[in-house]
């Protein structure tokens, strides 16, 4: 069937009408040549006073506001936003995802998957694993992102990157509002430090524009011009407004996120994703390290540290003493710079062996001295100065005079 835009019209209104009705995202580049203020919308069934409604949201790029319509009156704000010629259309009933995307030479493609029964029919009594993005739900973006077949199931080889990135959205989720970011009254700011094949940053990008509704925009950075490129062309696939990517080293960026992931950065790339949120007084931060070399070559079994030597004259048990290290001073370089941290399990180590989160949410007063002082004996014990402290501010002797002389 070839589709043009009274098709589409059609094809929209009835999908929206449809008693299991869900929501709707109209975003991506505007293929029509009227200028439009909005650069995304979304449309969510709801009801209100025990009545079905639809509500409207508008991002125009700096700020986000709704309007609620009811049945009747919904058919009008739905036609002019269809006049606005967005790219991307993704639709959800309880039954059906359908995803209308328009090319740049104006061939419209429409994709349309059944939704498993059990996941789109939730009830309270549901048995549907509580996941950010639910196998067969959100298989239209599964599949653009490589990880699910066409058909909405999750490939075999991906099940570990697919379960990586629902958990660190439900750690995500669980500080969200801690954090102070549900009030902002603007879009928040993202950014995605070592994105590689930006699954996080689509991932989030999704769950929070259409899944919370919570406008954001995201930045995914990474020094692999490849996996930069791979990531654009698929923001452009699923016409994501909002979202955007930049080949560069994390040090370089003058980004002022209100986030900051990072994701199995590489040794001290984590470093210099944790000191551009401090730089950028982020309110959030979660990291997920990777390999630790840095301090790995810098611990000896000397000074304080020589009783240790029966534990770090074994290779293996070296390196996991080395990980644990970084990872306590990193903790505790952001607990000083006024930030409440702890370091987590984010995922069972079958998934990934990497699988400690630093989990931060500013708020607290800085250069507490009980802190202070708990990192300089640290330091001493181990003799050692930490990549991350050669990044970040506090630790001038100008401006915290309690630190000691590095070693």
Request: net charge neutral; with cysteine.
């Amino acid at each position: 069937m070839a589709f043009d835009r009274d098709s589409i019209r059609r094809l929209v209104l009835d999908t929206v009408r449809d008693s299991g009705f869900r929501r709707g995202t109209f975003g991506g580049a505007v293929r029509n040549d009227p200028p439009s203020p909005w650069q995304r919308v979304t449309l969510r069934a709801i009801e209100l006073r025990g009545q079905p409604h639809f509500q409207f949201s508008y991002f125009d790029g700096k700020k986000d506001f709704a309007k609620n319509f009811t049945l009747d009156e919904a058919t009008t704000p739905l036609s002019e936003v269809l006049e606005i010629g967005f790219a991307g259309i993704h639709l959800e009933t309880a039954t059906e995802a359908i995803d209308i995307r328009t090319s740049k030479k104006g061939k419209v493609f429409v994709g349309r998957k059944r939704l498993r029964a059990i996941e789109a029919l939730p009830t309270g009594h549901d048995r549907v694993k509580d996941v950010p993005l639910p196998e067969g739900r959100a298989s239209w973006l599964l599949e653009a992102m490589g990880i699910a077949t066409p058909d909405g199931r999750v490939r075999p080889t991906m099940r570990g990157k697919y379960t990586q990135i629902n958990e660190f959205l439900k750690h995500f989720r669980h500080v969200f509002d801690d954090a102070g970011l549900g009030d902002l009254g603007r879009p928040l700011e993202i950014l995605d430090c070592g994105c590689g094949s930006s699954y996080l940053t689509l991932a989030a990008h999704h769950y929070l524009n259409d899944v919370l509704g919570i406008p954001a925009r995201i930045l995914g950075v990474d020094v692999n011009p490849d996996a930069i490129r791979k990531s654009l062309a698929r923001a452009e696939q699923i016409g994501a407004a909002g979202l955007n990517f930049t080949c560069a080293k994390i040090g370089e960026l003058e980004a002022k996120p209100d986030i900051v992931f990072a994701l199995h950065a590489c040794d001290t790339a984590t470093d210099e994703a944790l000191a551009r949120a401090a730089a950028a007084e982020a309110k959030l931060i979660l990291s997920v390290p990777c390999c630790h070399h840095h301090l790995n070559d810098q611990i000896r079994p000397e000074g304080p540290a020589e009783v240790l030597r029966p534990l770090l004259r074994h290779g293996i048990l070296h390196e996991r003493t080395a990980d644990l290290v970084t990872d306590a001073f990193r903790a505790l370089i952001l607990r000083v710079m006024g930030y409440r941290t702890d370091v987590v399990e984010f995922v069972s180590p079958e998934h990934t062996s990497r699988n400690l989160m630093i989990r931060a949410v500013r708020g607290l007063p800085p250069c507490d001295p009980a802190f202070v002082e708990e990192y300089e004996e640290l330091k001493r014990f181990w003799q050692v100065t930490p990549y991350l402290e050669r990044l970040i501010p506090v630790f001038d002797r100008t401006s915290v005079p309690a630190l000691g002389a590095a070693p």
